[in-house]
């Protein structure tokens, strides 16, 4: 018998500690005689003896039972044979959405089937998935019929894969198992995608033999659809796709669009692999209409690809709460609603704190004036929320910015009103990626605000070097600061298209953050949801989906539309295939076989066995309900005697 966590025996210790306390109850060693009880002395002395016997068992008991817990604790076992006999092999399999190329899998499943057939008794082995991280199908295990039921059984998914930490993680594994053979056995279309972030340079650990199969042949057809957005317009909406040809050189597609279920139009389009084709398709559809879009092409050799998914919830989209002062334009709506069409994450605006909103922009003392809308926009940004604060100056405003600890002061000079030294790697500035500032640096503004305060990270500063723009983490939530509001009598900002549209939108989609899901997302990613806990449905997808419940992230792995519902909030979101998939190209240099190591395996110990073997061992055994069980009856004994032990 061994133990899986052998340092938990050592609280066995605490098992001095009833001894301890019996100890201290010694019987006195000066007698007292009472006349009135000498002839019950006898009987007394008889009774003083059986309950000294049954302190005595009971001291026994306290002491095993806290030995049993102890022993419980630590897992013991009776382990297999852990000498290096036999031999291990894991399977690591391409799950992603490449590998549903038409034959492409079955002519793979075909190939590692000469391995599987060669396991015998007292084998090892197991099957790992790719995508969209590295996850064991079946652990490594000598149940050989288990492994061979999962190869028979696996359909590829519709993630992309990254082959380097399959590869790392299933080396790791054979190295650390006993055996005298350890193959890893690749099965994969050797997508040039997956392998780029592999380093030939750094060989798998010594011992662990590799094998690769042939590259399987290109598709003689494939196109894909990578790309889908909906937007608004003045006469209904727009859907924009985009289709990348890849073979042949030049094709003819047809494309179907499916508007909430019923076909809307079909489109003959021709193909060139050397371009993508952008196609803009009207819909028409009274304003506030929700759309659910299916964009499809006729099957190619990987119809994983040829079908897209699109939707439109103008009550779902991003909420943005503004509540300009009354008597001034409102530029920051127009703003928004200008950045729609040009954008794949549209924002759309609320005026009330009652409605369902992200982020809030305090462009004046439109929100402040109320006590109730103040607190709302407090316990938003407590409970991670983001505000964008535009600072005017006012005395509402510099109140509540002060519970934040930010103070603000007129910047007096006027040749002070310039806004420069701008963080450029900071995300505010993405939108102007690759372009010039000089639409920002032209701004002229007529009156200003410097920021105060200890916690501020300043992005851009006066003339005066006094902060002028500024980033403040609060609680759990974010603020954004600029000291100049969206109005005509501060600055020529808001009148300056180029660089107010585009700065408006970067800073309410950073303000957003992982929080500002798009609508639009990829299968295999990580999307942050808008509640603590909620459901998960499909609406359209390919294949049943069952509805599940999720907690605030989820990972979707199949296309279509889904639907996620936590108390009130509902949201809609198109999932579709990862574009990196569609693409068929193959690694170029078949250099496989430089990952294998030169070095001679290292001779394997007993102690190297005791990891993945021992604690799978452990799993399957009974040993530590048994000690658990015995002590449950030994506690209940213990107590019984206790009880009938005298003080």
């Known amino acids: 018998m061994t133990w899986l966590l052998p340092a938990f025996l050592a609280t066995g210790a605490l098992a001095s500690l009833p001894v301890l306390l019996h100890l201290l109850r010694r019987k006195p060693k000066q007698f007292i005689q009472f006349p009135s009880l000498r002839f019950l002395g006898p009987r007394i002395l008889r009774e003083s003896r059986k309950h000294r016997i049954r302190r005595w068992i009971v001291l026994a008991m306290r002491c095993l039972l806290i030995l049993l817990i102890a022993a419980a604790f630590a897992r ?66 000598d149940d050989i019929s288990a492994v061979k039921t999962a190869l028979a059984n696996f359909k590829p998914g519709f993630t992309a894969a990254r082959y380097n930490p399959a590869l790392q993680l299933a080396g790791a594994t054979l190295a650390g198992l006993p055996a005298n053979v350890r193959h890893l056995v690749w099965i994969s279309d050797h997508q040039h995608t997956g392998w780029r972030e592999v380093d030939f340079n750094q060989p798998l ?245 410097a920021l105060e305060g200890d916690a501020l990270l300043p992005l851009a500063r006066w003339a005066d070097q006094s902060t002028a723009v500024a980033e403040l983490s609060t609680g759990r939530g974010r603020m954004l ?70 907690e605030r992230v989820i990972v979707p792995e199949t296309p279509g539309i889904f639907e996620f519902l936590s108390g009130t909030t509902r949201r809609i979101y198109a999932v579709n295939p990862p574009p990196q998939e569609s693409d068929p190209a193959q690694w170029p240099n078949a250099d496989w076989l430089t990952l294998q190591s030169a070095e001679p395996a290292p001779k394997p110990t007993r102690l190297a066995s005791m990891n993945i073997l021992n604690e799978q061992t452990e799993q399957r055994g009974t040993l530590w309900w048994w000690l658990i069980a015995v002590t449950i009856l030994l506690m209940l004994a213990e107590v019984s005697l206790a009880n009938r032990t005298a003080p």
């Open 205 to 449: 650990p010594p011992g662990v033999t590799l094998h690769f199969p042939q590259p399987p042949a290109a598709p003689s057809r494939q196109a894909a659809i990578l790309n889908t957005h909906i937007a608004e317009s003045s006469e209904g909406y727009i859907l924009n796709l985009e289709i990348q040809q890849f073979l042949p050189a030049q094709d003819t597609r047809t494309l179907s669009i499916h508007a909430n279920g019923t076909l809307l139009a079909q489109h003959n389009i021709e193909l060139t692999s050397s371009e993508t084709a952008s196609l803009r398709i009207d819909i028409p559809a009274p304003p506030g209409t929700a759309l659910q879009i299916r964009a499809e092409l006729d099957p190619d050799d990987l119809p994983a690809d040829d079908i897209a998914f699109g939707v439109f919830d103008a009550q779902s989209g991003p909420a943005v709460l503004t509540l300009p002062t009354p008597g001034q334009t409102d530029f920051l709506s127009h703003a928004i609603a200008s950045s729609q069409q040009a954008s794949t994450q549209s924002f759309r605006t609320v005026s009330n704190t009652t409605d369902d909103w992200s982020v809030a922009v305090v462009n004046g003392t439109g929100q402040l004036d109320d006590p109730d809308h103040r607190a709302k926009i407090n316990a938003h940004l407590q409970a991670g929320g983001s505000v964008w604060v535009m600072v005017d100056g006012s005395k509402i405003q510099a109140e509540w910015l002060s519970e934040h600890g930010i103070s603000v002061r007129a910047v007096r000079k006027a040749d002070a009103l310039s806004v420069r030294d701008w963080d450029l790697d900071h995300p505010l500035l993405s939108a102007f990626a690759g372009e010039s500032l000089l639409p920002l640096l032209r701004i002229e503004f007529r009156s200003g605000w």
């Open 481 to 550: 600061l600029t000291g100049f509001p969206a109005t005509r009598e501060s600055s020529t900002l808001p009148l300056t298209g180029g660089a107010f549209v585009p700065f408006v939108h970067q800073a309410l989609t950073w303000l957003h953050g992982a929080g500002a899901a798009p609508q639009t997302v990829l299968a295999g990613e990580p999307l942050e949801l808008p509640g603590e806990r909620g459901t998960w449905k499909a609406i359209l997808s390919n294949g049943e989906i069952p509805p599940r419940e999720v």
């Open 76 to 141: 013991p076992f009776f382990p297999k044979n852990s000498d290096p006999t036999g031999m291990v092999t894991v399977f690591v399999v391409d799950n992603s959405m490449s590998m549903q190329t038409s034959g492409r899998w079955e002519s793979l499943q075909s190939w590692s089937n000469s391995f599987s057939a060669k396991l015998r008794p007292g084998d090892q082995a197991g099957v790992m998935l790719m995508a969209p991280s590295p996850a064991w199908l079946v652990p490594v295990t």
